[in-house]
């Protein structure tokens, strides 16, 4: 079956879905991150946190997530999420300082700048 929603990775085209899903700090968060340029750290650091909670690593095209869409999985996953906005807004802060480690170890030719942090990757 063939969604038009759906893609490899959480897409930053489904972040604007996500700013009223909950309070004031998860809403000033993704705000912020909207306003960065294109794949700039924070963007890449909300979609990393977006692969790690809606488990996007082990979505597949027959899967009932993929069906559904990015835009739903993505939304449902905030929506559902138990903790309090702090603790996203924590764990965004532990996925930008996991990508700036990366950013720092690997920093060899053509490395981050081969993929993740070209324009139009994110």
Not at 84 to 99: C, H, N, P, T, W
Request: hydrophobic letters at 35%; one cysteine or more; charged letters at 30%.
């Amino acid at each position: 079956m063939y969604q038009s929603d759906t893609e490899i990775l959480f897409p930053m085209r489904v972040a604007p879905n996500l700013v009223e899903l909950r309070g004031k700090s998860w809403k000033h968060l993704v705000s912020d991150v909207l306003d960065e340029p294109e794949a700039s750290l924070d963007q890449l650091a909300f979609n990393l946190l977006l692969i790690r909670l809606s488990g996007c690593l082990t979505c597949h095209t027959d899967s009932y997530r993929a069906m559904r869409g990015c835009t739903i999985c993505a939304t449902q996953v905030i929506k559902r999420f138990k903790g309090e906005d702090k603790e996203l807004v924590s764990y965004f802060k532990r996925a930008k300082g996991d990508i700036q480690r990366y950013i720092k170890v690997d920093k060899g030719p053509g490395r981050m700048e081969d993929f993740g942090m070209m324009k139009g990757i994110g």
